[in-house]
């Protein structure tokens, strides 16, 4: 059975890009693969952040993603910083990777910008994410669009491992969603939805409830014109509006296109409702979790757990091919 293996920053609330474009695809794959989904608290200090509300984010993130269909008996979910074996093999990682690839990596030309000071702990990102892929023989990594560029250099370290070291990492697959992989901003549709836009109303949460959801799609950016029609250069604000509503009804966007004529109106409409009634499940089971911290934190600790057993295994063999002495 292939290795799934996915990772979600407990920085904000959860979106509908991350659902569309990543989650959804998660809890597709827990039957079919040996899935494993961490929260990555490790990632969310490579910014600057709040220590009192960290622990709480990634609890929630956890519940989000119980809440969206994730199922402890069929996957393993966990916190990062909860399996030592991510911090030890970036070390070992970054021995490998060079400057030079990080320097290229977008994210991080993109989040350091304006930023006075940017600590190492933000241009080593992709190593630490290159880890947390690796460690588990991961073949498959559903992730959106955006981790295109960090799953190619996870990809490039392992091979490079390998060629120095011999065989023993196993190289991954980006699994990239062919509708949803890209969520634009409601408010300004040429930037990606993002837990950290400077304003809120271009982002759906996922726990926003309806009349907000409705709110914000319906003065979703477009354009001057009225044919819907999905051509995302010219059109990107309401190819966003098909693609989540071709996400969510499992429509392909070009084709529903065709369903609206006669202006904006019945296309906002139509998403704001499928995306309502999307949500509402999801919702409600969050409440539920909500009540019992306890049994998410048992889910977690069991997750660990089984995570650790794996990482412990590939982390005895990258210490074997790396030559370092096992310990008397
Ligand atoms: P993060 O936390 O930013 O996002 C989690 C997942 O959501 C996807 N995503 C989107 N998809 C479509 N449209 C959007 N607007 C949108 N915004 C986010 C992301 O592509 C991602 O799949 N570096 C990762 C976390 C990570 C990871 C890993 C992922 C750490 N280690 C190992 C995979 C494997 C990140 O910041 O995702």
Known sequence: ????????????????GNYLGAVRQWVADQDAHDALYCVVDLHAITLPHDPAELAARTRRTAMLLLAAGLDPHRCTLFVQSHVRVHTELTWVLNCVATMGELRRMTQFKDKGQGQESVSVGLFDYPVLMAADILAYDTDRVPVGDDQRQHLELARDIALRFNHRFGETLVVPEAAIPPVGARIMDLANPTAKMSKSAESPTGTIALLDDPKSITKRIKSAVTDSETEVRFDVAAKPGVSNLLSILGAVTGRDPETLAGDFTGGYGGLKTATAEAVVEFLAPLQERYRDLEADPAGVDAVLGEGAA?????????MARVRDAVGLLPRP
């Open 1 to 16: 059975m292939a290795r799934v293996f996915s990772g979600i920053q407990p920085t904000g609330d959860m979106h509908l």
């Open 306 to 314: 089984k995570a650790e057993a794996i990482a412990d295994g590939v």
